[in-house]
T-cell receptor, first 117, second 110 residues
């Protein structure tokens, strides 16, 4: 149980285009999901906290107009990278916190490798 | 603010025991977690310590000393598949959102 999927696993896009990444909790409901960015050999950097039915909370320095987050249901959150640039190339990972479980539990998706050319 | 320190890399041989340390500075601390991440993969949860002492789960154990703002992950009977990055993360301030350390790359040699 407690499986989180992400789609796509890899995506290559041209500079200036937008890319949508989906994060799904497959066998549990998640009121809260998190979006992270990870550079090679680096730690996980929290970008935003996504709450079902409300606006996402962005971390300082993260442009909300560039990284659009939608959490339309208890099992799906999406991250859209708008007008992507090469510096947006990174590994994006989501995690989901089960609604009914203790607060430190969160399950990570397999990540999405974004390459902007 | 919050800060965590852990070694960038640790090497060990198969069958050995290795300890990965994590020191932290934060306010409103209430727990320390450890995660394992293989190259190109997702982090997976290993342990959570809220109270002082050692928690054992199979070959992995995690320790916390709240007074010293220090914890460690102990891996016993190392296997090649244990080669991965290990992140400590602190939970604090009532936000229920963890802050991750920079990660320790564990390399296990035959």
């Amino acid at each position: 149980g407690a499986v989180v999927s992400q789609h796509p696993s890899r995506v290559i896009c041209k500079s200036g285009t937008s890319v949508k990444i989906e994060c799904r909790s497959l066998d549990f409901q998640a009121t809260t999901m998190f979006w992270y960015r990870q550079f090679p050999k680096k730690s996980l950097m929290l970008m935003a906290t996504s709450n079902e039915g409300s606006k996402a909370t962005y971390e300082q320095g993260v442009e909300k107009d560039k990284f659009l987050i939608n959490h339309a249901s208890l099992t799906l959150s999406t991250l859209t990278v708008t007008s992507a640039h090469p510096e947006d190339s990174s590994f994006y990972i989501c995690s989901a916190r089960p609604t009914s479980r203790i607060t430190y539990e969160q399950y990570f998706g397999p990540g999405t490798r974004l390459t902007v050319t | 603010g919050q800060s965590l320190e852990q070694p960038s890399e640790v090497t060990a041989v198969e069958g050995a025991i290795v300890q990965i340390n994590c020191t932290y500075q934060t306010s409103g601390f209430y727990g320390l977690s450890w995660y394992q991440q293989h190259d190109g993969g997702a982090p997976t949860f290993l342990s959570y310590n809220a109270l002082d002492g050692l928690e054992e789960t199979g070959r992995f154990s995690s320790f916390l000393s709240r007074s010293d703002s220090y914890g460690y992950l102990l891996l016993q009977e190392l296997q090649m598949k244990d080669s991965a990055s290990y992140f400590c993360a602190v939970w604090s301030g009532g936000s229920y959102i963890p802050t991750f350390g920079r990660g320790t790359s564990l390399i296990v040699h035959p």
